[in-house]
């Protein structure tokens, strides 16, 4: 197991997902993709080209989540993507031979019992 990827959402607990990953990824000496996918809806008449904006509050984001971690000397990859998420997670896992997709089952919803997160 050479790449792992890990896509990082707005939960409570995605820094903690991501140290998890980093540990898994140090234990099979494998190198981390850790990333965000966007998507953009605009409105007729709209001015501002908001994708630019996205992009790089996205990886600030990201980065800002590696930063709280102990990397422990893992190979960790920032990248944003912007698309479908599931569309574009499949193209990403084909394109960076992923070998592995960690995801945190967690969701936002206010009813945790019955649903998984988004790209669970």
């Given amino acids: 197991m050479k ?13 903690n997902h991501l140290q998890y990953a980093i540990d898994f990824a ?6 981390l993709y850790v990333v965000q996918v966007y998507n953009v809806y605009t409105k007729a008449g709209t ?13 600030a984001f990201l980065e ?3 930063s709280k971690v102990d990397t422990k000397g893992v190979e960790v990859i920032v990248k944003t993507f912007k698309g479908a ?7 990403v896992c084909k394109t960076l031979d992923i070998d592995l997709l960690l995801i945190e089952p967690k969701t936002n ?6 649903y998984l997160g988004k790209t669970s």
């Avoid at 140090?26 to 190198?31: T, Y």
Wanted: net charge neutral; charged share 25%; glycine share 4%.
């Fill in 3 to 15: 790449n792992i990827l890990v896509p990082v959402g707005s939960s409570k607990n995605a820094v």
């Fill in 26 to 31: 140090k234990a099979f000496g494998a190198k």
């Fill in 47 to 59: 001015m501002i080209k908001v994708d630019h904006i996205l992009e790089r509050e996205s990886k």
């Fill in 64 to 66: 800002s989540h590696v």
């Fill in 85 to 91: 998420l599931i569309d574009t997670l499949e193209l």
């Fill in 109 to 114: 919803s206010t009813n945790q019992e019955l």
